[in-house]
């Protein structure tokens, strides 16, 4: 239980203010991050009544709290949700997506090409999206390219190449899709009115395009210029059948987000629609598992936060089922009775309640618990196993020149990641960089605890390493009395061999297999969560070492290298391209130019 006598000196010293509280375990981790008003009544409700369910466990976890006072409610709310995302605490929801969204982008240059992307490169470039929808996307850019002739090459443009005659137009230009400004047919000033032009439509503000469209369709016509004037009629019927394709309410509702809610006892489902001039410009739906049993409230306040931040929406109003109890600063919320606003926010309820069925109908097509038995059982044949891997724990390991030696292990359960069983481990009994001796270490620990709780065991071990870490983990289990009791098994990084105890002969298994996918996620996310941990200890106590010598190798770069190549030996003796592939070329000359003048 929780120790409310030790913590009510640290509840009484908390401030009457808005701001962000974070709660810490017996181990000094964030466990859980919260918004309040007033931070003391917020952070004294956890301790003055009883709780059910999750939130009791939550509250007799607690050994600390910490507050950050801000200025207003709304920067708690900001705040709330960079912490989250930094820390990441065990209680608390996380949006997130395993999805990379395409941009448009106007690309800075002379002549701007516009094209779709998912790498965003900030060289100047102008980038709108994200894009939920690839199709809409395309749609867009295919209206683009059939209203505006820009360019799709990737020549560089400049005044002095087209003075000195360096290019010829291409095919593009014969067949009308490009205006030759590679040859100096097309003025730049005529080109930016295109590009003027595209911003606005990719921005929703289609009506401006269409009245600028009707003015110089008009022109061209009291002009004479009939055949100009027919051509920009074709455009601007192309355009029109695209708005009303998009427009969904009166065109003069501008510029809004829309936020819905459906709300069940362990799930949400949230969806999201940004609206300008009554067309609907992006749509995206979320789930929600909730982990403290939150709130619609407190979904739909974080939801609000983070999908604006998603999505880069700066809109002025939000259109929301209710009021929440939080809001950013510089948003108008609005909850509508009728009218259409109100029609806005029932087409976003039915997104969401279409989200609900459809994710709901996929599940009940895909058996899961059938898919991830397949899984195991295909692990337990490739691995030649007695029995099914239903616990499998995953061991890594690593030092910086000896220093800070720590190690990770992680478990998964049914082929998934059962993250409330990881485990940090600082290396107490070896001295200097012994990896073979600090396996053996962690080894004896880890499982001579769990002999001792008379805990179950994993029913395979996964070693990341080839067979010196492989043999010393065996010589561990030997000594314990475990040897045979569980399968264990090194994978090598360079060409993912997988070594059996006494066995030097490895064997490789199929690299579309699912086995060999769910082995190297357990190695990677053994070593993803144990370079967390090295990183902070690393960082704590940073000390000068041989890098500190090379002149143009600063301490990014350095922790670059010791973290993969594990000490300045390692980087020493490294081939180019080993290197290249850390710190790209110009750092890699730096240090073969320095390890060349030792030698």
């Not at 094209?115 to 749609?139: C, I, Q, W």
């Not at 501008?254 to 001039?277: G, H, P, Q, Y």
């Not at 929440?324 to 976003?348: F, H, I, M, N, W």
């Not at 195991?376 to 044949?381: A, Y």
């Amino acid at each position: 239980m929780t120790n409310i006598h030790s913590l009510q000196p640290i509840i009484a010293s908390i401030p009457h203010a808005p701001g962000v509280y974070q709660y810490f375990d017996e181990n000094e981790k964030v466990i859980y991050v919260g918004k309040a008003k007033d931070l003391r009544k917020r952070v004294a409700s956890y301790f003055a009544k009883e709780h059910t369910g999750k939130v009791r466990v939550l509250v007799r976890r607690i050994r600390n709290v910490q507050v950050i006072v801000v200025a207003s409610e709304s920067e708690a709310l900001l705040l709330e949700n960079t912490l989250i995302k930094e820390l990441q605490p065990r209680y608390n929801i996380l949006l997130k997506d395993d999805k990379t969204y395409p941009w448009i982008c106007i690309k800075n240059e002379a002549f701007p090409r516009v094209f779709s992307t998912r790498n965003l490169v900030h060289d100047g470039s102008e980038y709108f999206g994200p894009y939920a929808s690839g199709r809409m996307m395309k749609t867009l850019l295919e209206l683009i390219r059939q209203l505006y002739p820009v360019r799709n090459c990737s020549l560089n443009l400049s005044q002095q190449a087209i003075r000195k005659g360096n290019y010829k137009v291409c095919l593009e230009y014969h067949i009308g899709n490009c205006k030759g400004p590679c040859e100096g047919m097309q003025a730049q000033s005529e080109y930016d009115l295109m590009i003027s032009g595209i911003k606005q439509i990719i921005k929703g503000n289609i009506q401006g395009v269409l009245r600028d469209m009707k003015t110089q369709m008009m022109a061209h016509a009291e002009a004479l210029e009939f055949e100009k004037a027919q051509h920009l009629k074709e455009k601007l019927q192309l355009l029109e059948h695209y708005k009303s394709k998009s427009t969904v309410v009166n065109a003069t509702i501008s510029n809004v987000d829309v936020f819905s809610i459906l709300d069940e006892a362990d799930v949400a489902w949230v969806n999201f629609i940004k609206v300008v001039e009554g067309a609907v410009v992006q749509s995206h739906s979320v789930e929600i598992r909730k982990k403290l049993d939150e709130t619609a409230d407190e979904l739909l306040s974080l939801a609000i936060v983070e999908l604006r931040l998603r999505f880069q929406s700066q809109s002025p109003e939000v259109i929301v089922p209710f009021l929440p109890e939080s809001a950013p600063d510089g948003v108008r919320l609005t909850v509508p009775q009728r009218g259409e606003k109100k029609q806005l926010l029932e087409l976003s309820e039915n997104n969401a309640m279409n989200f609900k069925l459809e994710t709901e109908k996929q599940r009940s097509l895909v058996d899961p618990e059938r898919h991830q038995r397949r899984i195991l059982q295909q692990l337990q044949k490739d691995l030649r196993m007695d029995v099914v891997p239903e616990v499998i724990e995953c061991f890594d390991n690593s030092n910086f020149q000896g220093d800070y030696a720590v190690a990770a292990m992680v478990q998964f359960k049914n082929a998934k990641p059962n993250k409330g069983e990881y485990r940090h481990f600082n290396i107490k009994t070896v001295e200097g960089p012994n990896d073979f001796a600090s396996m053996e270490e962690i080894i004896e620990r880890r499982y001579s605890r769990l002999i001792k709780e008379e805990k179950p065991l994993p029913q395979l071990i996964v070693i990341d390493g080839g067979k010196g870490q492989l043999g010393a983990a065996v010589k561990t289990l030997e000594k314990i009395g475990l040897r045979g009791k569980m399968t264990i098994i090194g994978i090598a990084k360079r060409l993912e061999e997988i070594y059996f105890p006494g066995d030097s002969v490895p064997i490789y298994i199929d690299k579309r297999s699912e086995s060999l996918k769910v082995i190297q996620f357990l190695r990677d996310e053994a070593h993803r969560f144990g370079i967390t941990h090295h990183r902070k200890k690393f960082e704590k106590g940073f000390i000068s070492s041989e890098f500190n010598k090379i002149k143009g190798i600063g301490e990014s770069t350095a922790q670059k290298l010791l973290l993969h190549f594990k000490s300045f030996k390692r980087v020493s003796k490294a081939t180019d391209e080993e290197l290249i592939a850390v710190v790209g070329n110009a750092k890699t000359k730096v240090l073969r130019d320095y390890f060349d003048r030792m030698s």
